[in-house]
């Protein structure tokens, strides 16, 4: 975990990381810079999403992505910066995005790492104003260094990332990641140009007062989630769905609650990815000291199968009411 000491409020997220590549010596420098690369896109995002309304790229651009969705021209521009920071940064040799249905090589055959990554989430929200977010996991590749990278690069598992995190463009704008040592969040502050640390080894709380999820779908969801949700109310706690998964995952860290995603008459496997939204914030909500299930099975413990955009259910946040939903949906 953090030593807060060693790492007090207010550094910038620069500082931060190199003062952590001392005391972990992680990957000679290399994971750093990619957190950098993330992180310069992050602000890049983050003037393009403030600027929005103003400069007529909100809109759907009448084309649709690898989902079948309708393309806004927030998601492409994001995916495009992110992509473009990756490569130029040299450490990626390869990305997976959300937006592109097959691996983007970089041409950085040397880079150890790959990033799975979905550059603008929230796709509902992008047009009218509300947060919107970026989630991303890190590999360090399995295949030959100096070759093309390959797909098993990213269907190690989750428990084979070595960091994941997500921005978040919210009132404030923040970075949150993990190395496998704790949570730390960094707040963006727009005149300087900088993230600084503002919060040092986030933990959630076992318990919540919230719990989030789409109630529009209620006929649709499982038994078990039904259950669950009328104990929730029955307790009075409270419900919040911005539907922006890192919006209501970000509250959820700070405030305790759980976050779900069941599988659907429609969806029977989940809306959410696997790869890029699911795996990255169930290894960062194990570092907080929170849980994350797909029903009775930790998603951690979930084997990719050979499709990049896998979905699957996704049940994350305190670890009471996780477990509680958990032990649910074994019986
Ligand atoms: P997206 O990748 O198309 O943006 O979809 C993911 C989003 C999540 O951010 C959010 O939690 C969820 O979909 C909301 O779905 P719904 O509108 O079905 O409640
Ligand atoms: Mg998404």
């Not at 001392?22 to 890049?44: H, M, N, V, W």
């Not at 920071?85 to 790492?113: F, P």
Request: proline share 4%.
């Amino acid at each position: 975990t953090e030593n807060t000491l060693a790492t007090p409020v207010g550094i910038t997220l620069e500082r931060y990381i190199m003062r952590k590549q001392s005391e972990f010596a992680y990957a000679t420098g290399e994971l750093s810079q990619l957190l950098r690369d993330i992180a310069l896109a992050g602000k890049i995002v983050n003037r393009e999403v403030n600027r929005a309304g103003l400069s007529r790229i909100t809109g759907a651009m009448g084309e649709k992505n690898v989902q079948g969705e309708n393309q806004q021209k927030l998601d492409v521009e994001a995916n495009i910066r992110f992509v473009r920071a990756l490569t130029n940064g040299g450490e990626a040799c390869a990305v997976l995005s959300e937006e592109d249905e097959d691996i983007i090589q970089t041409g950085n055959v040397n880079g150890k790492y790959v990033v799975a990554i979905d550059p603008l989430d929230g796709s509902s929200n992008i047009d009218v104003n509300v947060s919107i977010g970026t989630i991303f996991g890190i590999y360090r590749r399995v295949s030959r260094i100096g070759g093309p990278a390959r797909k098993e690069d990213f269907l190690q598992g989750g428990r084979a990332q070595i960091a994941a995190g997500y921005v978040l463009y919210g009132s404030s704008t923040m970075l949150v990641y993990t190395t496998g040592h704790g949570v730390a969040g960094f707040t963006y502050e727009n005149s300087l140009g900088e993230f600084f640390l503002s919060h040092p080894d986030i933990k959630i709380p076992r318990q919540g007062p919230v719990f989030s999820c789409n109630e529009g779908n209620w006929f649709d969801y499982p038994e078990f989630v039904r259950t669950f949700l009328t104990t929730c109310k029955e307790r009075r706690l409270t419900a919040r769905y911005v539907g922006s998964l890192v919006a209501d995952y970000h509250r959820n860290l700070f405030t305790g609650g759980i976050y779900l995603y069941p599988p659907t008459v429609d969806k029977p496997g989940g809306k959410l990815r696997l790869l890029y939204e699911c795996f990255p914030l169930a290894f960062l909500i194990e570092q907080a000291g929170g849980v994350a299930v797909t029903g009775a099975d930790l998603v951690l413990d979930v084997h990719p199968t050979s499709d990049l955009h896998q979905r699957a259910p996704l049940f994350v946040g305190s670890a009471d009411l996780v477990e509680e939903l958990r032990c649910k949906a074994t019986k």
